[in-house]
């Protein structure tokens, strides 16, 4: 399994970008997958997640009304709308997949998730 997060960068505060996540040598259509974030010194966050059929999407409360996740299960990509971004919100960014495919609910816990790809760093001025 293969996956790959891009279109990171520098914004400044209020600003948005839209991250992707490419995903290769998996039934993408078949996995729950999730948005995760790493700040230096903090714990990997959740950030927001989407069922493996679409429609149901889960978020973290501190990215609610801002981020928007979404996925196109015929191009095997994941997308991630960023907007109003904050200062906070510096980290490097990356997807996973769900550990258990076609899980009937939408899991926040990092632990349900497995096969990280290389991030995308994600850097917000004041």
């Known amino acids: 399994v293969q996956l790959q997060a891009s279109g990171g960068g520098l914004v400044q505060a209020g600003g948005s970008l839209r991250l992707s996540c490419t995903a290769s040598g998996l039934p993408f259509s078949n996995y729950n997958m999730g948005w995760f974030r790493h700040a230096p010194g903090k714990e990997r966050d959740f950030i927001a997640a989407?069922?493996?059929?679409?429609?149901?999407?889960s978020y973290a409360d501190f990215v609610k009304g801002r981020f928007t996740i979404s996925r196109d299960n015929w191009k095997n990509i994941l997308y991630l709308q960023m907007n109003d971004l904050k200062p906070e919100d510096t980290a490097v960014y990356s997807c996973?997949?769900?550990?258990?495919?076609?899980?009937?609910?939408?899991?926040?816990?990092?632990?349900?998730?497995?096969?990280w790809g290389q991030g995308t760093q994600v850097t917000v001025s004041s």
């Open positions: 989407a069922k493996w059929s679409g429609g149901t999407t």
């Open positions: 996973a997949t769900d550990e258990i495919s076609r899980r009937a609910y939408v899991s926040i816990d990092r632990a349900d998730y497995e096969s």
